[in-house]
């Protein structure tokens, strides 16, 4: 934990208040905040600030009431069930390059599923990556798609650890299925729901191997992350200092979200 957390964090805080480049990682020199003041002065870094939000809040609503209808389904006693529950975790077993191909092929230009079956129904064929409108909403996709299962099955195994008896008991109070999964299910998945959203929004807001694949950030910065930002920064402009300051500012704002969520979970 120092040797991989802890130091290269507090290293990093350090560099933020610094200039310095990967060309002379040598030269170093305390500047302060000035790091910070451009950052904040920077419409790209704004920019990213945004789409980083969006795309978190996106994914993480999305995968968590995804997950969630899968969950209900899972735990049902069908036939079957014990394939689909296999088959359901292949997504978060496909490694992110190999997702990011798949998605491209089926949204390639002219000879891609999805322009097949658009053209076939007279729509347009374009390339859905390199549309300004349609490029964050497909990266935020394929993070749902991804991590979906991983949610789903973790709230699968929260609802089959509740006893039998408060079903049983509530059915015979008269309750229905929306009532019990009300007052019942929610309630006692309600830690593990905690533990997921915490988990997915770091990952989401964290967000760059598939979105640096994908698009590189682009078209004209429409799916520019803070992740794909601090990459930029750090090994394209080479200004270490200030990419520093821009992972800063994420480990800040993760570190209120989650203490604050937490805060209010236990508080319900």
């Known amino acids: 934990m120092l040797v991989i957390i802890v130091y290269p964090t507090i290293q990093a805080l350090w560099i933020s208040f610094h200039s310095r480049s990967f ?42 009431l995804l997950g969630l209808g899968l969950a209900l389904l899972l735990k049902e006693n069908l036939p079957g069930i014990g394939k689909l529950r296999s088959l359901s975790m292949v997504p978060w077993v496909i490694p992110p390059v190999v997702i990011v191909i798949i998605w491209t092929w089926m949204f390639q230009v002219d000879y891609g599923l999805v322009n097949l079956l658009m053209k076939m129904v007279g729509g347009p064929n374009k390339s859905w990556f390199g549309d300004k409108s349609w ?93 794909t930002y601090v990459y930029q920064q750090a090994f394209r402009e080479y200004a270490l200092g200030y990419a520093s300051a821009v992972g800063a500012v994420m480990l800040t704002l993760l570190a209120i979200f989650t203490v604050v969520y937490i805060v209010l979970e236990d508080t319900e």
């Open 23 to 64: 060309l002379n990682p040598e030269d170093v020199e305390w500047i302060g905040l000035v790091n910070y003041q451009e950052l904040f002065a920077d419409p790209v870094f704004t920019l990213a600030l945004k789409q980083t939000i969006l795309l978190t809040v996106g994914a993480v609503v999305s995968m968590y």
């Open 135 to 227: 490029a964050l909403p497909l990266v935020t996709m394929l993070r749902v798609w991804k991590d979906a299962p991983f949610v789903a099955i973790a709230l699968m195994a929260s609802m089959q650890s509740i006893p039998e008896e408060y079903y049983e008991a509530a059915k015979i109070d008269g309750a229905g299925r929306l009532q019990m999964f009300r007052y019942i299910t929610l309630p006692n998945i309600s830690y593990i729901s905690m533990i997921m959203i915490v988990i997915e929004t770091i990952a989401a807001f964290n967000s760059f191997q598939m979105i640096y694949i994908a698009t590189g950030g682009g078209p004209v910065n429409a799916t520019e992350v803070l992740g």
